[in-house]
């Protein structure tokens, strides 16, 4: 077998890198945090990192910042990151998983980047929830607040899967796709909105400050067609509000985004007419961080 080259690096810090010079990230973070931290504040980091998020919270005016991660390899960089900052003595380093962590107190903020690329596929929901139930005081707060997860039905145009349609230099290169294929699911980040053919639907959306309902793992959902064209793929992406007014989203991803988009490519691409409609059912494994999320679909006439 020929050798895999390495995705990421394998320093347990340059693990962090890419999500670190994601400018937009890093600045609506801090925005937020700085918006949502009253001094002398308790706050709990879930999934800390390199302790950024935390850190952000001390600046911001907390007086204790807990620092959770599950991974060991990362927590005595953040120690020595912490130290060099001048933080030791606000910021307390805890390994473990979040779901399960034992915090020393109630905390009044719960902070986390745990968004994957499809919003829920890094498990934010079922970290927060736990530690929500046991730590959070009444009134406390969450950040992120909400997220929501969409599906669109579309045609690419240039990009992506569209190199097979239309004018490619001078070729057509649409007989590539011509067979009867499924392909799996691919993660992919879109630089352009593609042209959207149906609605975008929602398939979760949640408030973490006032769902504490167990979460459903599969999503119904009906997508009207809403202009006729060739369906070549559903693309599914995420909106995050930070805090109030101060939004994160991957569709499409922005200059420097580190998210990717998930793509459920039609092979061979189908034609749509306005007016008819797809069901469909998203299943999602519980608790994964190699997600593979299923969705089934089916068109229906008008
Ligand atoms: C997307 S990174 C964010 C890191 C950092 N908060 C930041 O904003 O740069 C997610 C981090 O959460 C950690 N993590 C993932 N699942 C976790 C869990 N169930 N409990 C604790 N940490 C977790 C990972 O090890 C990783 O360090």
Redesign the pocket.
């Known amino acids: 077998m020929m050798p895999q080259p390495y995705h990421e690096s394998n320093h347990p810090a340059l693990?962090?890198q890419g999500?670190?010079s994601d400018n937009r990230?890093m600045e609506r973070?801090r925005e937020a945090i700085f918006a949502t931290v009253s001094p002398g504040d308790i706050v709990v980091?879930?999934?800390?990192?390199?302790?950024?998020?935390?850190m952000f919270a001390v600046q911001a005016g907390a007086a204790r910042v807990y620092a959770?991660?599950?991974?060991s390899n990362?927590l005595p960089i953040t120690r020595r990151l912490i130290e060099s900052n001048g933080m030791s003595a606000q910021i307390i380093l805890i390994e473990?998983?979040?779901?399960e962590?034992e915090l020393p107190e109630p905390v009044d903020l719960i902070i986390?980047?745990?968004?994957g690329d499809f919003g829920t596929d890094?498990?934010i929901q079922?970290?927060v929830a736990a530690i929500s139930r046991r730590y959070l005081r009444p009134g406390g707060k969450v950040l992120p607040r909400k997220l929501s997860t969409h599906i669109v039905g579309v045609s690419y145009d240039q990009e992506f899967r569209g190199v097979y349609s239309g004018d490619f230099h001078g070729m057509n290169m649409a007989a590539a796709l011509l067979d009867e294929f499924k392909p799996a699911p691919v993660m992919v980040g879109l630089q352009r909105t593609p042209v959207e053919l149906t609605e975008r639907a929602t398939l979760e959306n949640i408030h973490f400050e006032n769902d504490s309902q167990p979460r459903e793992y599969t999503a119904s959902t009906q997508l009207n067609v809403l202009k006729a064209g060739e369906l070549q793929g559903f693309v599914g992406y995420f909106v995050c509000e930070l805090a109030a007014g101060i939004q994160l989203d991957n569709y499409p991803c922005y200059a420097g985004c580190h998210w990717v988009n998930w793509h459920w490519p039609v092979t061979p691409a189908i034609p749509l007419q306005q007016g008819q409609c797809i069901q469909g059912e998203l299943t999602m494994p519980q608790r994964t961080?190699a997600p593979c999320w299923n969705w089934q679909w089916q068109l229906e006439s008008a």
């Open positions: 693990y962090y999500m670190l990230r973070y980091d879930l999934g800390t990192g390199l302790g950024v998020l935390a959770v991660d599950v991974r990362v473990g998983d979040a779901t962590v986390n980047e745990l968004i890094e498990n079922e970290c961080t």
